[in-house]
């Protein structure tokens, strides 16, 4: 009877972590707090018996350390993960995956980041788990050094926010890093109409962003629009009179505009 009733309380220890969204407890401007709640978790799903769980919640741990520059702990946290993961462990395997390679990108290491990445992808993509492929894809975009290759992985996000509509949330990512990486080409159209993508899908979960508007300034400016961009970027500066980012691109439409 001890071994059924163990098993019982064992079951009960995976429904509630499994009912858990600890990826709520994330506060990404404060890794060391986010850690205290992610440790707060590990003594139940050790005894819970469920690896996966247990492995996922130690991803982030190592995440939250190398959000801090702290590679070297966050890399021997993931060594225990990977000693864990077997090939039944699929969502655990692809988020030890990304937790790696974010950790090389992070320490400039981005060559050693890509495979990484796109092995996750693949693997979250062969199992439906939709929110870390696209997590994995945007991935590559970021480590990516050529920005035209940048502009095809953040499209294939896109296209996958499009056939699954539930992960509509990455439109956020997507679109500002399609505008940043065609900024990066000069083809300063693509990067409005990819900025203009973004403030609609804002507008719709409620006020634009700051920064956002921003760069619907910088891009008019970049076209040769300044005299459009300076009211926007005026009205953001009234609002926001203290913010370096609204302070320089504020500079640049009246250098360009002639205003002192």
């Known amino acids: 009877m001890r071994g059924v009733k163990n098993s019982l309380v064992g079951r009960k220890h995976t429904m509630r972590l499994m009912t858990t969204n600890f990826d709520a407890l994330w506060d990404y401007s404060k890794p060391a707090e986010t850690e205290a709640k992610f440790r707060a978790l590990l003594p139940e799903a050790e005894q819970s018996g469920d690896r996966s769980y247990h ?31 077997d090939y039944e462990l699929k969502l655990a395997r692809v988020r030890y995956l990304l937790e790696r390679g974010r950790t090389f990108n992070s320490s400039k290491q981005p060559q050693r980041a890509l495979p990484l990445f796109a092995e996750a992808s693949d693997i979250a993509a062969a199992n ?12 590559l975009a970021i480590a990516e050094p050529d920005p035209a290759k940048q502009v095809e ?30 900024a990066l080409l000069r083809d300063y159209q693509s990067s409005l109409d990819y900025t203009c993508k973004l403030l609609a899908f ?17 891009f008019l400016r970049l076209l040769g629009h300044a005299d459009r961009a300076l009211p926007l970027i005026e009205k953001l500066a009234e609002k ?12 640049e439409s009246r250098r360009v505009t002639g205003i002192a």
């Open 202 to 218: 804002q507008k719709e979960k409620g006020e634009p962003d700051m920064y956002t508007l921003k760069d619907e300034a910088r």
């Open 55 to 85: 492995a996922q919640v130690l991803t982030q741990i190592a995440r939250t350390h190398s959000l801090r520059g702290n590679f070297d702990e966050a890399h021997r946290i993931l060594d225990r993960v990977e000693k864990m993961l």
């Open 240 to 251: 926001h009179p203290d913010d370096p980012w609204i302070k320089e691109e504020l500079a």
């Open 128 to 139: 439906e788990h939709w929110r870390y492929a696209i997590d994995a894809v945007h991935m």
């Open 153 to 182: 992985w953040n499209l294939k996000g896109v296209a996958m926010v499009e056939a699954h509509p539930d992960q509509r949330g990455w439109l956020w990512s997507l679109y500002n890093n399609i505008a940043e990486s065609h």
